[in-house]
């Protein structure tokens, strides 16, 4: 095997353990948090995080608050307004999601986002419903009578740049659809799984979703966003509760 791809193979093992370590993981990220700050100046950001374990919850708290001292947390549909200029954004905001399916979601996200009285967004995988350790319908309904907002993160999470014109297609409308007849509500928003633009969707994906209803598409790009940006290319930034704050100014900073 030739070096370069040995090596490559090697940084991906790498980051799969680191990924399976998270509090490793946020060790490691913690010294470059240095150079940078929480934001101060105004930008709307979005964090978002995948499974919140219970032994993690008491960090995702303190992310939470240490986020919401610095600026409000607001709903998806608020931040859409943020972006269509039809709200102020007079410093930092910030709007929280989640991606997949996670049963942690109802059992420590949730209760933990009553608490704080913090909105989110649930970003679903429509396949992984109803499958081990995963949220079954009748756990996203409950969610959504609590209030909570749902979006459509593909039927398979596969990678949407690596499907045919047709299979990329389907990711994207059955999911809307299936979520929306399963939880009763409209499906507006999309989260793109991987979410880096050539290497994991394409420009096809964001035209697709336009054309099939959604109103906004989010990346995993980072940097924040301003009153004017287009909602079809949403930046977000992929937090772990189990990072320190200094991890965390690595992905959160003005
Ligand atoms: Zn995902």
Known sequence: MPTAIRKRLNELGLRSRLRARPRVQGRILAPAGL?????SAPGLYFPFYHDVP????????????????????????????????????PGPMFCLSFDDAHL????????LLRELRVPAMFFLTSGMVGRPGNLTWQDCRDLVAEGFDFGSHTVTHTRL?????????????DSKRE????LGVEVRDFAAPYGHPAVDFRERDVRTAREAG????????????????SPMWIRRQGLHPA???????TRVHD
């Open 35 to 39: 150079l940078r700050r929480l934001p």
């Open 161 to 173: 740049a690596d499907q045919d014109d047709e299979a990329a297609a389907r990711e994207l409308i």
């Open 214 to 229: 959604y109103r906004s598409f989010a990346t995993t790009l980072r940097p924040a966003m301003h009153a004017g940006d």
């Open 243 to 249: 990072w320190p704050i200094l991890a965390v100014r």
């Open 104 to 111: 942690t979601w109802r059992d420590v996200a949730a209760p």
């Open 54 to 89: 219970a032994e993690y919850g008491d960090d995702l708290r303190h992310h939470l608050r240490t986020l919401s001292r610095i600026g409000p947390m607001i709903s998806w549909e608020n931040a859409l307004a943020v972006l269509a200029g039809d709200r102020p954004l």
């Open 179 to 182: 979520i929306e007849e399963e």
